[in-house]
């Protein structure tokens, strides 16, 4: 286990960091944070963007020589990273998001957020954390889901954003981000 450690600390370091950062923290608002992210999702999507199963070119590159054990390694490395919280930059828009995250709208019939992604967007397993992730790369995701780019094992999410309007999407990204 030791030797997974240092191996994950070598990957992240040699390559990762130029782009999610140091200790998982992301360095521009395209990519993700994966400080706190759950080792078993971040396996999981590594494992996704190897087979093809989610497309990135950013990311199929990265993952072409990793192993599973390598993999599950470098999930635990950045798992243990925690975020400093930080306030939303638009209160009023992470307002409408908070309702959204934890009502969902009747409406239209989109579901609540937090019946999968946990009360403090925290997740679990392979159910990503969304708490403090950030805001314009969780808009991306779900407009990849709504346009269906985003499809490895993704039926839940392609029902959850398919009544979505774009402002429900801004701001539920705006108040996760800041949980
Ligand atoms: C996404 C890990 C290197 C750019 C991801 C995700 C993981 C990950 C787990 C999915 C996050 C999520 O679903 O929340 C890694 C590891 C790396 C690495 C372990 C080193 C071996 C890089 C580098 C870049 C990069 C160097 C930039 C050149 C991206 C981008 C996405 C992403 C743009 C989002 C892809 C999308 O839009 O679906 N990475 N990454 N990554 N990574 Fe990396
Ligand atoms: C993934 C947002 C509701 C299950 C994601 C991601 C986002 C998201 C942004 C991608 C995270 C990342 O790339 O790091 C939301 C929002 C919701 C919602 C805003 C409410 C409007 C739900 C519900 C469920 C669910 C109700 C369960 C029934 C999942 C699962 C994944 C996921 C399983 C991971 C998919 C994968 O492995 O690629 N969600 N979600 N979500 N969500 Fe949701």
Known sequence: A??????????AGGSCFLCHGAQGESTSEVFPRLAGQHAEYITKQLTAFKSGARKSTAMVEMVSKLTPDEMLALGKYYEKFVLPREEA???????MGR??????????????????HGTNAEGAANLPRLAGQIPGYIHTQLKSFNKRERTNDNAVMHA???KMTELEMAAVAEYVSSK
Not at 2 to 11: G, L, M, S, T, Y
Not at 89 to 95: E, T, V
Not at 99 to 116: D, M
Request: charged share 25%.
């Open 2 to 11: 030791q030797a997974d450690e240092a191996r994950a600390k070598k990957i």
């Open 89 to 95: 930059k638009d209160p009023q828009l992470a307002a």
């Open 99 to 116: 309702y959204i995250f934890h009502n969902g709208n009747k409406f239209s019939g989109v579901p609540a957020c937090v019946s999968c």
């Open 160 to 162: 959850v954003v398919e």
